[in-house]
């Protein structure tokens, strides 16, 4: 008999076959996120959860099921899940790392070279037949190569993303707080403070987990320090930049743009930054590819079911829950 799984939304078809290959799943029937109540319920009598990043795991979801084995979140981030309740009641939350690192890295390029080129409003005034021919000064952008790339946390997304300015010839400034990545491999590249790293960027990119520690990490006080043409992208967690504070620099132009795939109330987007042309801004896609997203799922589902039938998962936050 295979262990039971409930999933909370349906995922692309790879990771479903995977799913329904190792569990017996019972999965959201709906295309949106569940309600509490509605996770409570479907947890109850399951071995595993699988989640998502927009399902908030709380201390009453986490204990609802008193012989649930396993909580595996679908995305690199876990801030959605109370991993210290989790780990008090010896539950391992296993996560999704390493497979969409390249992907996310790509979007945060597309949201460097979309937003220093003026990428958005230059389609929608094509679309709009306004093209009325060749002008000088005809949506004038900044450009990418040759400049300085600042990249926040240098992990696996962060030296994904560096890695990708070498075909830029930019010189690469980053800060890193754990030895978790090899920096070696990126000669040039230098290991600077957050600030250092404000002043000098023309491209600030961030790629650090969101925690009670970095939430607003940017701020004011950061944004201030960069420079009025350099440009802020965030592929990791809204919380990490105070959006009030982002909204008022690029409406008084302290920096020149800003890139955003997450939010800090999200799905809720702040009305400033809606009414800004110097911004471009995703629905949280980071990951968002058929490949990876297939590969998230494969692993959510094939971690949940390692820890189940007493196996080592492929990436697990607490692994001093496992038994031994
Ligand atoms: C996406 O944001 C993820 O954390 O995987
Ligand atoms: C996430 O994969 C990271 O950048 O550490």
Request: with cysteine; charged share 25%.
């Amino acid at each position: 008999m295979k262990p039971n799984l409930f999933l909370t939304r349906k995922l692309p078809q790879p990771a479903m076959d995977r799913i329904h290959e190792l569990f017996d799943a019972e999965v959201n029937p709906y295309d949106r996120v569940l309600t509490k109540k509605e996770v409570l319920e479907g947890i109850k009598g399951k071995d595993a959860l699988l989640c998502l990043l927009t399902d908030p795991i709380d201390k009453e979801i986490i204990s609802v099921e008193p012989n649930l084995k396993v909580i595996s979140n679908y995305a690199v981030g876990y801030n959605n899940i109370d991993v210290p309740e989790a780990t008090a009641l010896g539950i391992p939350v296993c996560y999704t790392p390493g497979v969409l690192t390249e992907t996310t890295a790509d979007l945060a390029w597309a949201l460097i070279l979309a937003v220093a080129r003026k990428i958005v409003p230059s389609d929608l005034y094509t679309r709009q037949h306004q093209f009325k021919g060749w002008g000088p000064e005809l949506f004038l952008g900044n450009d990418v190569h040759g400049k300085t790339l600042g990249i926040v946390g240098m992990g696996r997304i962060g030296m994904a993303t560096a890695r990708r300015a070498a075909g830029f010839n930019m010189k690469v400034l980053y800060t890193k707080r754990r030895e978790a990545v090899d920096d070696k491999e990126l000669p040039g590249a230098e290991k600077v403070e957050l600030q250092d790293l404000l002043i000098r960027a023309d491209f600030v990119s961030i790629h650090i987990p969101f925690n009670p520690e970095t939430k607003h990490l940017v701020g004011e006080r950061e944004l201030r320090l960069m420079k009025s043409s350099s440009y802020l992208i965030n592929t990791a967690r809204g919380p990490i930049v105070d959006e009030d504070a982002l909204v008022k620099a690029l409406e008084q132009k302290t920096i020149a743009g800003a890139g955003l795939d997450v939010y800090e109330n999200e799905p809720e987007i702040h009305p400033g930054l809606i009414a800004l042309d110097n911004v471009v801004l995703l629905p949280h896609t980071g990951s968002a590819t058929l490949e990876t997203r297939g590969q998230m799922g494969i692993m959510a589902a094939e971690n949940a079911h390692a820890v189940v039938v007493g196996k080592k998962p492929h990436a697990i936050i607490n692994p001093q829950t496992l038994k031994q």
